[in-house]
């Protein structure tokens, strides 16, 4: 190991920086955080360090470096453009045995500045001893999608209650395990979701109950996985897929999403396919309870959004009446998904002022839709599930007033390397379907916003995109 990790308290103490550009305000704005006295020196100070200045707390010296700058500091860093300059600054530092960082020239000072991913008072700093400063920020980058922005403030929940803790468990072992226990289970991640009361009240509950029921508890978690491609995922829903015990997903849950889930967990099918179910609904609904009721931690995976068509609604509904912990988060949505990737932006000043959602696909089979509504002029429809009943769809709409030359588009597995978007008009689209052999999931945008495909197009996987008259 090249070098020690340390985490320096600067509260209060002088700390200098050399330069005034904008590498420098970045420097001046870390000490700053940090709680550091900051003293900038350089001829010209760039506004970006004047704002900070304004704060307090920063001293702003309009002259070039001079050896004695760095008298009393507790840390130094040059970043200037001048080489010159920033050997000087590290050799003062150097002869007073102050810690000296060079921005970009780890060989010339005695300290580097890690990536850091800051949760407050949580702090994660990333070092390649300076070797490749990308590399720590992708690192970086990938770390701060798995750590929850709350994390910090986790951490002053987990102080308040640290004494009580003590006193509970005797032996630090059992502290260890109850804090691990509590920390990857319900308290976590009801304070994750925002509910920080809610949380503290459950820690306390497991404090004063030892054999805990309270950690046994399992939770579902409704997520959205999106329409098909894996980077669509929220940042929750990645968490919340890495860590489920069991995952019960459907069709429309692309293998690519399915395949983050942990190795080891457990996975159940219950799959839909129109009126198909694998699965009824109302044994889903049980199922959930009963998986939470075991202790684990339930992942019900939705493709696109939970609560839009896809009876999320209906599965929370017993998960509350039963008095199971749950949380829901969201997912792209397929028509938000498609619009993107196709290249057909749902509104448009020109063309659109509203657009609807619809499902093509009744409870009894037929479609009844208002049909006044859908067929509304400056408005995009979207048709969920719509293929079955395209014939009726497009009859109806022409019937109700729109016109036989209303553009409108197919897209098929959305977002995926097979996406597919074929357009047409409303008066083409049934025939289209057929000789296509378009299959599902595929979802029908209908209105002027479909022209604007031919200049915003930009994802075109190879396999097959059509576009028709
Ligand atoms: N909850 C889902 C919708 C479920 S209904 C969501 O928010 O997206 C299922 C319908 O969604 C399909 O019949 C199809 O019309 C549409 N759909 C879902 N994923 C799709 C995709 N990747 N490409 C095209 N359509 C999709």
């Known amino acids: 190991m090249k070098h020690l ?5 600067i509260q209060n103490k002088s700390c200098l920086v050399v330069g005034g550009g904008e590498v420098a ?57 001048d080489q010159e300059v920033n050997t000087r600054v590290a050799m003062a530092a150097r002869r007073l045995n102050i810690p ?18 800051n949760r407050d008072p949580v702090i994660i700093a990333i070092s390649t001893g300076g070797s ?7 690192l970086r980058s990938r770390l701060e ?7 910090g403030r986790l951490a002053s929940l987990i102080v308040r209650y640290r004494n ?21 289970g319900p308290v976590a991640e009801i304070f994750f979701s925002g509910r920080e009361k809610e949380a503290a009240e459950a820690l306390k509950e497991a404090i004063s109950d030892t054999d805990s029921q309270d950690l046994q508890r399992g939770e579902v978690y409704l997520v959205g996985a999106g329409p098909g491609d894996p980077d669509l995922l929220t940042f929750r829903a990645m968490r919340l897929i890495q860590q489920a015990d069991v995952v019960l997903y459907d069709r429309l849950v692309s293998k690519e999403v399915l395949a983050l889930t942990r190795r080891d967990s457990e996975k159940i099918y219950v799959g839909k396919e129109k009126s198909n179910h694998a699965i009824p609904q109302q044994e889903i609904n049980t199922k959930l309870v009963e998986l939470a009721r075991e202790g684990k931690r339930v992942l019900r995976l939705k493709g696109g959004d939970p609560f839009i068509f896809g009876r999320g609604g209906e599965e929370i509904d017993q998960l509350s009446g039963e008095l199971v912990p749950f949380q829901v988060v969201p997912g792209i949505t397929a028509a938000a998904g498609c619009a993107a990737y196709s290249g057909i932006p749902l509104t448009h000043r020109d063309y659109a002022q509203s657009c609807v959602f619809v499902t093509g696909h009744l409870k009894d089979g037929s479609i009844d839709l208002n049909w006044e509504l859908l067929t509304q002029p400056d408005q995009t429809v979207v048709v969920y599930m719509g293929l079955t009943g395209i014939e009726t769809l497009c009859r109806q709409l022409i019937h109700h007033g729109t016109s036989e030359s209303m553009p409108a588009a197919l897209v098929q597995q959305g ?15 049934p025939e289209i379907v057929k000789q296509e052999r378009v ?14 495909r031919e200049k915003l197009s930009w994802f075109n996987p190879d396999i097959g995109s059509s576009d028709q008259p």
């Open 5 to 9: 990790p340390i985490f320096l308290d």
């Open 132 to 138: 490749s400063p990308v590399l720590a920020r992708l």
């Open 439 to 452: 299959k599902p999931p595929t979802l029908i945008i209908i209105g002027e916003v479909v022209t604007l």
């Open 415 to 429: 977002t995926t390397p097979h996406q597919r978007v074929i357009t047409g008009t409303v008066k083409t689209l």
């Open 145 to 151: 999608t798995l750590i929850p922005a709350a994390y």
């Open 25 to 81: 305000a970045r420097k001046v704005a870390l000490l700053h955080q940090a709680g550091g006295q900051v003293t900038v020196v350089a001829p010209e100070i760039c506004e970006a360090i004047s704002r900070i200045a304004s704060e307090g707390n920063v001293e702003q010296l309009h002259e070039p470096f001079s050896n004695s700058h760095v008298d009393g500091r507790v840390a130094v860093i040059a970043a200037t453009s």
């Open 164 to 184: 009580e803790v003590k006193q509970q468990f005797g032996s630090t072992a059992q502290r260890r395990r109850f804090w691990e226990r509590t920390l990857q």
């Open 100 to 117: 000296c960082n060079v921005v970009d020239r780890p060989d010339i000072g005695n300290f580097t500045m890690p990536s850091i991913i």
